[in-house]
Nanobody, 124 residues
């Protein structure tokens, strides 16, 4: 199967920044819709941001103005730039790709490929 490889997680203080990366060598991201999800302990996995083939992006209300999703076509890498991090941003972050059907961007069942997850911890 296709493997999505994530990196860039870590531990930061509130107000800090991190940049997550997601890449694969097995197909071109530009042809598929892509998204970042996160899962906090004891909570369901939720959508953080998504970007489509036209590079139109969408964000969860909780991260608007602080996070930016982008795609580097040359490096075939999806990024999630996270600024002004808050303790409530703590969780495992997953990249997802290839939408199986049209629908709500934050519907996790819509995505076929998933990364292994990278931990983000924000302390107060």
């Amino acid at each position: 199967g296709v493997e999505l490889v994530e990196s860039g997680g870590g531990s930061v203080r509130a107000g800090g920044s991190l940049r997550l990366s997601c890449t694969t060598s097995q197909y071109r991201f530009r042809y598929f819709c892509m998204a970042w999800f996160r899962q906090a302990p004891g909570k369901e996995r939720e959508g953080v941001a998504a970007i489509d083939q036209s590079e139109s992006s969408t964000y969860a209300d909780a991260v608007k103005g602080r996070f930016t999703i982008s795609l580097d076509h040359v490096k075939n890498t999806i990024y999630l730039e996270m600024n002004s991090l808050k303790p409530e941003d703590t969780g495992v972050y997953y990249c997802a790709a290839r939408c199986l059907y049209s629908g709500i961007w934050s519907d996790r069942d819509r995505y076929y490929y998933w990364g292994q997850g990278t931990q983000v911890s924000v302390s107060s």
